[in-house]
């Protein structure tokens, strides 16, 4: 018998966990909201797969991969149904080549897009892209598609440069040895983006939050290359007609949105490993990746500090963003007399204004405060 491919082994790892968690494999017509999730996923695996061939052989892996989308949560205690996972296979037969999993929940790819888009059709944001005149006020609650095209378009490139950013992170967790790190040679350890597994909880959160800021230094780095030899990394050309300062600056509204929506979901998991945080606050994630970057951006065309000017740029675009969206949702909880009517209204549109929840959870301006 042949050995399983990345993929089956995959679905023998989640079978093994008791079948409570499947491998979406089918389009979901039925559920036209989850299509762009689930394209858009595969778009995004297949952007990565590609892009830095020359910096994955690099990396010099005995792994086999797999990527997939999950319908729910793995580990029960901490779980949440936005999260992602870097996966060591517990289940190999012996001589088997070693795979790793990098499972993404479904909510947790969708969320990219809706977040994005919820920004891009609101009038008020991003005044620079397309026509932001078409767009709702932000005071209205309902967020959809951009309806300008150009501000649609720019709303689908940001969320795949984000989930993009997300897939590379996961990534370099695995190529760069963390599973190991964690989990001495015990097979089966399993990195949670959102929640904590075992492992991360006996690791300790100090030795824990290095690996985290490893893995967001090796994507940013991974990134940065891939930028400066003008790959393509979205479908729309939005970024190669764009000056390198400028992509920068995609970039670092893209990764910034990413670790503010992961602080959110964060937030809205009601468990007790809250007690001892392990995951690197937002802020800190965000002032690694500018010094970095303003060490190691293009230091042979002595560029960097130029390149990093333009990733904190993109990143004091997203946080005033959501500054303008916390002050506009206090507004609303006046008028709508208190925050559980709000809140109601917030689960019965499903997602449609998760830009305000946004807000309301992780918009602070803490962040120049470290600078
Ligand atoms: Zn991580």
């Known amino acids: 018998m042949s050995p399983p491919t990345a993929a089956d082994a ?24 989850v299509d762009v999730a689930l394209d858009a996923f595969a778009t995004a695996a297949a952007g990565f797969l590609t892009s830095g061939q020359e910096q994955l052989q690099q990396v010099g892996l005995s792994h086999r991969f797999h990527f997939g ?8 205690k901490a779980a949440s149904e936005h999260d992602a996972y870097a996966v060591g296979d517990i289940f190999a037969e012996p001589g088997e080549a070693a795979a790793s999993f990098l499972l993404f929940t479904q909510p947790f790819a969708r969320d990219i897009f809706v977040a994005w888009d919820a920004m891009l059709s609101r009038r008020e944001l991003f005044r620079n892209v397309g026509n932001p005149d078409d767009e709702s006020e932000m005071s209205s609650l309902t967020s959809s598609r951009p309806r300008d095209p150009a501000r649609a378009r ?9 989930l993009h950013f997300a897939l590379l992170h996961e990534f370099y967790h695995v190529a760069n040895g963390h599973l190991d790190a964690i989990g001495g040679k015990q097979e089966g350890v399993r990195l949670h ?5 075992d492992e ?5 959160a100090n030795l824990y939050k290095v690996l985290e800021l490893d893995a967001d230094a090796m994507a940013i780095r991974h990134l940065t290359i891939a930028l400066l030899e003008g790959e393509t990394l979205v479908p729309h050309g939005l970024f190669g007609a764009a000056s390198d300062k400028d992509r920068f600056r995609h970039l670092g509204r893209s990764v910034t949105l990413l670790f503010r929506l992961v602080e959110l979901w964060r937030r809205h998991v009601r468990l007790d490993y809250t007690e001892k945080e ?14 970095y970057l303003r060490l190691n951006a293009d230091p042979e065309d002595r560029r960097s500090e130029e390149l990093a000017q333009g990733y904190e740029e993109g990143q004091d675009d997203i946080i005033e963003a959501l500054e ?11 008028e709508v007399g208190g925050g559980q009517a709000f809140e109601e209204v917030g689960r019965q549109r499903c997602g449609s204004n998760s830009v305000m929840r946004l807000a309301g959870s992780v918009g602070s301006r803490s962040s120049t405060s470290l600078r």
């Open 10 to 33: 995959c679905a023998r790892y989640l079978r093994q966990l008791g079948d409570r968690v499947r491998l979406i494999a089918r389009p979901y017509d039925s559920r036209p909201e």
């Open 69 to 76: 989308l999950v319908d729910g949560a793995l580990g029960r």
């Open 154 to 162: 720019y709303a689908v490139d940001q969320a795949l440069l984000t």
């Open 193 to 197: 983006a959102v929640t904590a597994s």
């Open 200 to 204: 991360q909880l006996g690791a300790g």
């Open 278 to 291: 392990l995951h690197p606050h937002p802020d800190v994630r965000d002032a690694t990746l500018r010094a």
């Open 324 to 334: 303008v969206m916390v002050s506009v949702r206090r507004t609303r909880l006046d």
